[in-house]
């Protein structure tokens, strides 16, 4: 089954203590993001990255980190998390190739809470 | 910035009665315009999407109006029904750039049996 998949899906920290967040997908995509979803805010993105070995700032980068070594995994991690990192995290992919189809394929969320 | 505005933000319609969401954008280099599905607990899935080539697009009871020269599109869904209540967002992109979505901020959407 073509899936995107996140784990934890529920993760209660607290500030300081570095953690990451996994991301796999088995579609062969290029093109993976994440992004975090607020009340009232919506989807903001983080990260993103073109393919392996290269990634690029979204909106709201601050505070986190990603990396892109093989090209099914795309880990998010927060080095100090704080409680303004307390959100709903979605993980995508998508293939790329430009004029194409652009449908995101989004994981199921991780909901974070940092006390 | 926000690039995509969409509106309303909550909405609530009857069992059989039209939904209809909006969305205005500002950057006219984009040139592909989603919208997203999502129920409690999920992942937002995509529902319909249509490139500036065309007016309309109808799949099912859900249609996407574009507007161009308004840098306008809406989301109708006919014939609401319970299950249709989620929260759609709106979005749009730049093929040949980055592949990044903007998403509007999402509605809200209640159908009452």
């Known amino acids: 089954e073509a899936q995107v998949t996140q784990n934890p899906r529920y993760l209660i920290t607290v500030t300081g203590k570095k953690l990451t967040v996994t991301c796999s997908q088995n579609?062969?995509?290029?093109?993976m993001s994440w992004y975090r979803q607020d009340p009232g805010l919506g989807l903001r993105q983080i990260y993103y990255?073109?393919?392996?070995?290269?990634?690029d700032k979204g909106d709201v980068p601050e505070g986190y980190k990603v990396s892109r070594k093989e090209k099914r995994n795309f880990p998010l991690i927060l080095e100090s998390p704080s409680p303004n990192q307390t959100s709903l995290y979605f993980c995508?992919?998508?293939?790329?190739?430009?004029?194409?189809?652009?449908?995101?394929?989004f994981g199921p969320g991780t909901r974070l809470t940092v006390l | 910035q926000q690039q995509v505005k969409q509106s309303p933000q909550s909405l609530i319609v009857q069992k059989g009665g039209i939904s209809i969401i909006n969305c205005a954008y500002e950057?006219?280099?984009?040139?592909?315009f989603p919208w997203y599905q999502q129920f409690p607990g999920k992942g937002p899935a995509l529902l319909i999407a249509?490139?500036?080539?065309?007016s309309e697009k109808k799949e099912g009871r859900f249609t996407i109006s574009f507007n161009k020269s308004a840098k306008q599109f809406s989301l109708h869904i006919m014939d609401s029904q319970p299950g249709d209540s989620a929260t759609y967002f709106c979005?749009?992109?730049?093929?040949?750039?980055?592949?990044?979505?903007?998403f509007g901020k999402g509605t809200k959407l209640t159908v009452n049996p």
């Open positions: 995508a992919s998508s293939l790329s190739g430009g004029a194409g189809d652009n449908e995101q394929f």
């Open positions: 579609m062969n995509h290029e093109y």
């Open positions: 990255s073109m393919n392996v070995e290269v990634t």
């Open positions: 950057n006219t280099a984009f040139d592909y």
């Open positions: 249509i490139r500036p080539d065309v």
């Open positions: 979005a749009a992109s730049a093929l040949g750039g980055s592949e990044k979505l903007v």
